[in-house]
């Protein structure tokens, strides 16, 4: 017997009380409707025949048969093999009915998966194992948080495009994992899946016996329904009161839908804000009988005794259940993206990405605090000691302690948007960050005092970054700048592996203070002494910039958009020289333009900045 009560784009069918509300999310084209469309057929939800009607469908119009036709039902979804609208389908196991829905992946799309969302008990987030966290899988798990959805299942799907193996499926847990965790989100469950071809939907997969976790339709009966809103507290705003006068009638009539709860005649009432108190004398109904109970979902009139004056806008409750907090000041915090005022405000801008967008985006803490702003920086860990300092910041926190109360909030890299920075107007004032004078004294006397020029080295990115293979040099390739004379080469990496390792075991000429630097205040410290910095793009380049250190920044042929294209120059950073690679790969040509300008700048000793601490 199909359980499929229906295939709607809209209307939803009335259930009985066991029932849960989920929804599909992720990336555009992640399988999330062929994850549906394969649930439903495996668990015999499918209306007769209709699985032969979709076959039959793709032979006639020569198209391959997917799962998702079950579920995008429009002409144009169907040609262009995406979801545009929501869908909702239900089916019902054992345990419980369920409606599914379905959310578009677009981000073109993406108010339709919120509206689609915004009711859901429980979310599936759904990731392809070979193209991983995406943009939208990220919006979508952020949305979901702020839509109050906490039981979240992951889905790590096409496990067998990645031939279902397992470190492909840990890959994606690891990254999303970490991105979740910032979101203060944790999945109950992770699960790798070939939707297109059933594995772990709801039997398990042979493909991947080292799986022993859930299938995604264990994971679904393991979800717990939320309450329903008639098992919580009574709660009714007054929408209008009705006095009749007709054939000597005197009610005077309380009318509203009920939220939430149940009343029923002879409850003891409190309205809110007022306080005042009654009980209900009857439950009246439109054209019916009176009533002796009102339900959520109810519109319905109270008469109360005695007579109390209530109006528009008050709260009805019942005196022997849990009252509504009430108070005269909302605490929230807006996102702010340059148009509220910020006299008087306390603004927390805070990372998204990495250390050098941070060290970049600190410059706009002073402007801010030039509009009246108090400001609030959360940092990573590494940066608090340097940040600490930076002009206009009046508090710093890192990332995972409890933030200050604040009125506004922006990312850090939004906030050019929002002090509508152009290329003419990037605020460039430097240095806004200094090295604290005691950890320079420290510093300075484990430097090399040949009298000699100090210059700074840093040949690698962050391993875990993306684009790291195209920012990092081998260290063994700079070895050409070691033999320009009058310089002490100062290494400032700070993890070093391998053949790097090696080459610095070989160079005692070069000082290795990188491995004892615990963090940015140590190698802004260190900074202060050197007269250059040569470093690949990352953020100790950030930092020197900011620092107004001379800094000599080595490109790859497609840098990050901030290096912009085709000029020596950077607008964000007046001491820094762009070396750029002239075709994809070369550092050869980068490592022997520094080479050849080396001799010359030593020789002309760049003056250090003297607010940086000199050298
Ligand atoms: N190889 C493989 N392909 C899959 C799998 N699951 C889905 N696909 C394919 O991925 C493509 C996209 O699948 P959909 O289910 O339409 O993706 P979606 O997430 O619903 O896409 P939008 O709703 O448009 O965001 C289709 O061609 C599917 O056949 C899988 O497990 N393995
Ligand atoms: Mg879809």
Same mark, same amino acid.
């Given at each position: 017997?199909?359980?499929?009560?229906?295939?709607?784009?809209?209307?939803?069918?009335?259930?009985?009380?066991?029932?849960?509300?989920?929804? /599909?999310?992720?990336?555009?084209?992640?399988?999330?409707?062929?994850?549906?469309?394969?649930?439903?057929?495996?668990?015999?939800?499918?209306?007769?025949?209709?699985?032969?009607?979709?076959?039959?469908?793709?032979?006639?119009?020569?198209?391959?048969?997917?799962?998702?036709?079950?579920?995008?039902?429009?002409?144009?979804?169907?040609?262009?093999?995406?979801?545009?609208?929501?869908?909702?389908?239900?089916?019902?196991?054992?345990?419980?009915?369920?409606?599914?829905?379905?959310? &578009?992946?677009?981000?073109?799309?993406?108010?339709?998966?919120?509206?689609?969302? %915004?009711?859901?008990?429980?979310?599936?987030?759904?990731?392809?194992?070979?193209?991983?966290?995406?943009?939208?899988?990220?919006?979508?798990?952020?949305?979901?948080?702020?839509?109050?959805?906490?039981?979240?299942?992951?889905?790590?799907?096409?496990?067998?495009?990645?031939?279902?193996?397992?470190?492909?499926?840990?890959?994606?847990?690891?990254?999303?994992?970490?991105?979740?965790?910032?979101?203060?989100?944790?999945?109950?469950?992770? /699960?790798?899946?070939?939707?297109? $071809?059933?594995?772990?939907?709801?039997?398990?997969?042979?493909?991947? &016996?080292?799986?022993?976790?859930?299938?995604?339709?264990?994971?679904?009966?393991?979800?717990?329904?939320?309450?329903?809103?008639?098992?919580?507290?009574?709660?009714?705003?007054?929408?209008?009161?009705?006095?009749?006068?007709?054939?000597?009638?005197?009610?005077?009539?309380?009318?509203?839908?009920?939220?939430?709860?149940?009343?029923?005649?002879?409850?003891?009432?409190?309205?809110?804000?007022?306080?005042?108190?009654?009980?209900?004398?009857?439950?009246?109904?439109?054209?019916?009988?009176?009533?002796?109970?009102?339900?959520?979902?109810?519109?319905?009139?109270?008469?109360?005794?005695?007579?109390?004056?209530?109006?528009?806008?008050?709260?009805?409750?019942?005196?022997?259940?849990?009252?509504?907090?009430?108070?005269?000041? /909302?605490?929230?915090?807006?996102?702010?993206?340059?148009?509220?005022?910020?006299?008087?405000?306390?603004?927390?801008?805070?990372?998204?990405?990495?250390?050098?967008?941070?060290?970049?985006?600190?410059?706009?803490?002073?402007?801010?605090?030039?509009?009246?702003?108090?400001?609030?920086?959360?940092? $990573?860990?590494?940066?608090?000691?340097?940040?600490?300092?930076?002009?206009?910041?009046?508090?710093?926190?890192?990332?995972?302690?409890?933030?200050?109360?604040?009125?506004?909030?922006? &990312?850090?890299?939004?906030?050019?948007?929002?002090?509508?920075?152009?290329?003419?107007?990037?605020?460039?004032?430097?240095?806004?960050?200094?090295?604290?004078?005691?950890?320079?004294?420290?510093?300075?006397?484990?430097?090399?005092?040949?009298?000699?020029?100090?210059?700074?080295?840093?040949?690698?990115?962050?391993?875990?970054?993306?684009?790291?293979?195209?920012?990092?040099?081998?260290?063994?390739?700079?070895?050409?700048?070691?033999?320009?004379?009058?310089?002490?080469?100062?290494?400032?990496?700070?993890?070093?592996?391998?053949?790097?390792?090696?080459?610095?075991?070989?160079?005692?000429?070069?000082?290795?203070?990188?491995? %004892?630097?615990?963090?940015?205040?140590?190698?802004?410290?260190?900074?202060?002494?050197?007269?250059?910095?040569?470093?690949?793009?990352?953020?100790?380049?950030?930092?020197?910039?900011?620092?107004?250190?001379?800094?000599?920044?080595?490109?790859?042929?497609?840098?990050?958009?901030?290096?912009?294209?085709?000029?020596?120059?950077?607008?964000?950073?007046?001491?820094?020289?762009?070396?750029?690679?002239?075709?994809?790969?070369?550092?050869?040509?980068?490592?022997?333009?520094?080479? $050849?300008?080396?001799?010359?700048?030593? %020789?002309?000793?760049?003056?250090?900045?003297? %607010?940086?601490?000199?050298?």
């Amino acid at each position: 017997m199909p359980s499929l009560l229906g295939v709607t784009g809209g209307a939803i069918s009335p259930f009985g009380p066991s029932r849960l509300h989920l929804v /599909i999310a992720g990336h555009v084209d992640h399988g999330k409707s062929t994850l549906i469309g394969r649930l439903l057929a495996d668990t015999d939800s499918l209306p007769e025949g209709k699985l032969d009607r979709v076959r039959d469908l793709c032979d006639r119009t020569a198209k391959p048969f997917e799962y998702a036709f079950l579920l995008d039902a429009l002409k144009d979804e169907r040609a262009q093999g995406i979801t545009i609208d929501v869908a909702r389908v239900f089916f019902k196991t054992a345990r419980r009915h369920y409606m599914v829905t379905d959310a &578009p992946g677009h981000v073109e799309f993406l108010k339709n998966m919120i509206t689609g969302a %915004a009711r859901a008990e429980a979310a599936v987030l759904v990731i392809d194992a070979c193209e991983g966290v995406q943009a939208n899988s990220q919006r979508h798990a952020t949305l979901l948080s702020m839509l109050g959805i906490r039981q979240l299942a992951v889905v790590v799907n096409k496990m067998d495009l990645a031939s279902y193996r397992r470190e492909a499926f840990e890959a994606v847990v690891d990254a999303f994992g970490t991105f979740l965790a910032r979101l203060g989100v944790k999945a109950h469950e992770w /699960i790798p899946v070939a939707a297109r $071809q059933g594995g772990n939907v709801v039997a398990r997969a042979p493909e991947m &016996p080292w799986f022993t976790g859930h299938t995604v339709l264990e994971a679904l009966e393991a979800f717990e329904p939320e309450r329903t809103t008639v098992d919580r507290p009574f709660r009714m705003p007054v929408q209008d009161v009705y006095k009749f006068t007709n054939e000597g009638d005197s009610r005077r009539i309380i009318a509203g839908t009920v939220e939430s709860g149940r009343v029923h005649i002879g409850d003891g009432l409190v309205f809110y804000p007022s306080g005042k108190r009654a009980r209900v004398a009857t439950v009246e109904a439109f054209n019916a009988p009176p009533q002796s109970d009102a339900v959520a979902g109810q519109t319905t009139g109270l008469t109360v005794a005695p007579q109390v004056y209530t109006a528009r806008g008050e709260l009805v409750t019942c005196e022997d259940e849990p009252g509504p907090h009430v108070t005269s000041r /909302i605490r929230a915090s807006l996102f702010w993206l340059g148009h509220e005022p910020l006299a008087g405000k306390t603004l927390l801008i805070y990372p998204e990405q990495g250390l050098g967008d941070t060290l970049q985006c600190m410059r706009y803490a002073v402007l801010a605090a030039a509009r009246g702003a108090r400001v609030v920086a959360e940092v $990573q860990p590494l940066l608090k000691s340097v940040i600490a300092g930076v002009d206009g910041i009046d508090e710093v926190v890192t990332e995972g302690e409890p933030l200050p109360p604040h009125d506004l909030r922006c &990312p850090m890299l939004s906030l050019p948007l929002a002090f509508g920075t152009t290329l003419a107007t990037i605020p460039n004032r430097v240095p806004y960050i200094a090295a604290a004078p005691e950890r320079i004294a420290k510093w300075r006397a484990l430097m090399p005092s040949t009298g000699k020029a100090r210059v700074g080295l840093v040949w690698a990115g962050n391993r875990g970054h993306h684009n790291n293979r195209n920012r990092s040099i081998a260290l063994e390739r700079l070895l050409p700048l070691l033999a320009v004379p009058g310089i002490d080469w100062i290494a400032l990496q700070t993890e070093t592996a391998g053949p790097d390792r090696a080459v610095l075991d070989a160079h005692p000429d070069i000082t290795h203070l990188g491995e %004892a630097l615990l963090d940015f205040g140590d190698t802004a410290a260190v900074m202060a002494a050197l007269d250059l910095v040569v470093s690949v793009d990352t953020a100790s380049a950030h930092l020197a910039g900011a620092m107004a250190k001379p800094v000599w920044i080595l490109l790859p042929f497609s840098p990050d958009w901030r290096w912009l294209l085709d000029r020596r120059d950077s607008p964000w950073y007046p001491t820094a020289r762009l070396f750029r690679q002239p075709a994809p790969g070369d550092w050869a040509s980068v490592i022997a333009e520094v080479a $050849q300008e080396l001799p010359g700048a030593v %020789a002309g000793r760049l003056s250090p900045s003297p %607010a940086c601490g000199g050298g």
